[in-house]
Every structure is written in C-alpha cells, then in structure tokens.
C-alpha cells in the first residue's frame, strides 16, 4: 500500500476488529481501539516504513533485548485490564499493556512487526506481536505466528482468546 510509505504523520491508531463486520460496524463491533498522542512517528521519519528502516523486521539482527520503540497509547475502547485478558495466561507474565511496541525479536531471533496493545518484558514475542520475519516453527505461520500455540481459543498457556485470535488489526496514521 503506497500510504505506508508516501504518507507522513504524527501517531497511529489501531482496531482489533472482529472478522466477518460488515465495515459500517468496524466502530461498534471492534474489541479494542486505541492509539498513540506523543507525535512519535516524527522521530522515526513519519512513517512506518521510515521506522522500520532504523528498525529492520528481519530473522537475525538482534536479541530480544533490542527492540525498538515502546509508545504508551491511549485507549479509545478497552484498558489495559481488557487488554491483558485477551492474550493466554503465560503471555501475560511477559508484557506491561497500555503500549504498541515496534520491532520485538524473539528467543529465536525471529522480529516481529508490531506488539499492538502491549511492551514485551519476555522473549516470546510470537505469542503476543504481529507480522514478522525470521524462523519460526512449522505450525507457526502468517502475521499471527503463535496465537494459538495451545490451539485456537482455549485461552490456556500461550494461546491468545479467540477473539484476538479471530481479529483483523487494522492500523492508521494519525
């Protein structure tokens, strides 16, 4: 999409909308919205695509302690309590929520894109944080490569709730 790079703006804001809404309801129906009010992006060259040029989402080029930028967010519909029972019970012992967090890297060293809703204290990203590159295992795939580890909507372990699990996370520039 040419918006990801040929815009410019301040902040983000996201939605996790659960799939199947028709887009007239994406508003009412999303189980969380929230967005960022520290004009961040202006750091980082006002865009995602100049953001992750500083922090490339690649297998390999860091540890899990080089992340890159944890922003606090502001919540348009949830809170961070909201926010920590959508992920499996151990996934939360590995987070602060009430942040979008970009570039997390995993234990085996696979960066995720986005951590949207939470800051990893953890290094295993993959079970709370979208989009990504790098190895992960065989039956962990696509932009959400270990939400349901556990399998789908157990909400035990590392699973994330089926409503994370069956969400559309839409992202827009502020």
């Known amino acids: ?4 790079y040929d815009i410019f703006a301040a902040d983000v804001s996201l939605w996790h909308v659960p799939n199947n ?4 309801h994406w508003n009412l129906a999303a189980i969380l919205r929230y967005h960022t009010d520290s004009n961040f992006l202006r750091l980082y060259g006002g865009n ?6 500083q922090f490339p ?7 899990c302690s080089s ?3 944890a922003v606090p967010i502001v919540y348009d519909h949830g809170d961070r309590e909201s926010t920590r029972y959508l992920y499996g019970m151990k996934s939360r012992m590995e ?21 949207s809703g939470v800051k990893p204290r953890g290094c295993n990203s993959e079970h709370y944080c979208i989009g990504g590159g790098g190895y992960f ?3 962990q795939c696509g932009d959400f490569p270990s939400f349901d580890y556990d399998r789908l909507g157990r909400e ?8 994370m699990t069956e969400s559309a996370v839409l992202l827009f520039y502020r």
């Open 95 to 115: 987070f602060d929520p009430g942040f979008i967090t970009f570039r997390p890297i995993n234990n085996e060293q696979s960066a995720m894109a986005i951590c």
């Open 57 to 63: 989402v690649r297998y390999n080029v860091g540890t």
């Open 1 to 4: 999409n040419p918006g990801y």
């Open 48 to 53: 995602l695509f100049n953001l992750f040029k």
């Open 156 to 163: 035990q372990g590392w699973s994330a709730s089926k409503e």
């Open 67 to 69: 992340r890159g930028p």
């Open 137 to 139: 295992q065989s039956d």
């Open 21 to 24: 809404f028709p887009v007239e």
